[in-house]
Antibody, heavy 117, light 107 residues
Framework: EVQLVESGGGLVQPGGSLRLSCAAS????????MHWVRQATGKGLEWVSA???????YYPGSVKGRFTISRENAKNSLYLQMNSLRAGDTAVYYC???????????WGQGTLVTVSS | SSELTQDPAVSVALGQTVRITCQGD??????ASWYQQKPGQAPVLVIY???NRPSGIPDRFSGSSSGNTASLTITGAQAEDEADYYC??????????FGGGTKLTVL
């Protein structure tokens, strides 16, 4: 059974940093592109970052230069290093697996990040 | 532009058919995928590719596409289909996009 379990969320002050983790199981982690997607309370989904099987990374303009996605295939783990956090980064952060079609076929349960003083 | 546009809300009578649409330039080149999200839960993939359903998704869900518009159709909507629905695609730069979401109410 495919499982994605996020951790590392919490309360952080504006300008602070946080590192999210996603533990993957039930599939060959190294063979899949992986993503982070976030959702502010009462708002829609926003794609945050992607990492390919070769380690290539992608970001939207809203987080580029502040967030860094990485993976450790030996540990079946995905990470998101978030720096210079802003109130607007407050959201539930989901990790998701990319299917060959480009869709996100499995999602974790999410971890809440709150940026507030 | 790299945006996907959805109607904020749609309603359907129980047992009737409803179509949820998603518009964007990227849909001329890439298929949309569709996700169902119920309150307090993670999104669930319901349609991907040309018109494919993951295992466990009822066959009342179907997808289609024409030009810059993708559609999710629910034929014979059930009470349990009441949820938020999001479309998703990608652009030529490798970025992924989500529509703003459509809140479906089953009356």
């Amino acid at each position: 059974e495919v499982q994605l379990v996020e951790s590392g969320g919490g309360l952080v002050q504006p300008g602070g940093s946080l590192r999210l983790s996603c533990a993957a199981s039930g599939f060959t982690f190294s063979s899949y592109d992986m993503h982070w997607v976030r959702q502010a309370t009462g708002k829609g989904l926003e794609w945050v970052s992607a990492i390919g099987t070769a380690g290539d990374t992608y970001y939207p303009g809203s987080v580029k230069g502040r967030f860094t996605i990485s993976r450790e295939n030996a540990k079946n783990s995905l990470y998101l290093q978030m720096n210079s956090l802003r109130a607007g980064d407050t959201a539930v952060y989901y990790c998701a697996r990319e299917h060959s079609s480009g869709s996100f076929d499995y999602w974790g349960q999410g971890t809440l990040v709150t940026v507030s003083s | 532009s790299s945006e996907l546009t959805q109607d904020p809300a749609v309603s359907v009578a129980l047992g009737q058919t409803v179509r949820i649409t998603c518009q964007g330039d990227s849909l001329r080149s890439y298929y949309a995928s569709w996700y169902q999200q119920k309150p307090g839960q993670a999104p669930v993939l319901v349609i991907y590719g040309k018109n494919n359903r993951p295992s466990g998704i009822p066959d009342r869900f179907s997808g289609s596409s024409s030009g810059n518009t993708a559609s999710l159709t629910i034929t014979g909507a059930q009470a349990e289909d009441e949820a938020d629905y999001y479309c998703n695609s990608r652009d030529s730069s490798g970025n992924h996009l989500f529509g703003g979401g459509t809140k479906l109410t089953v009356l």
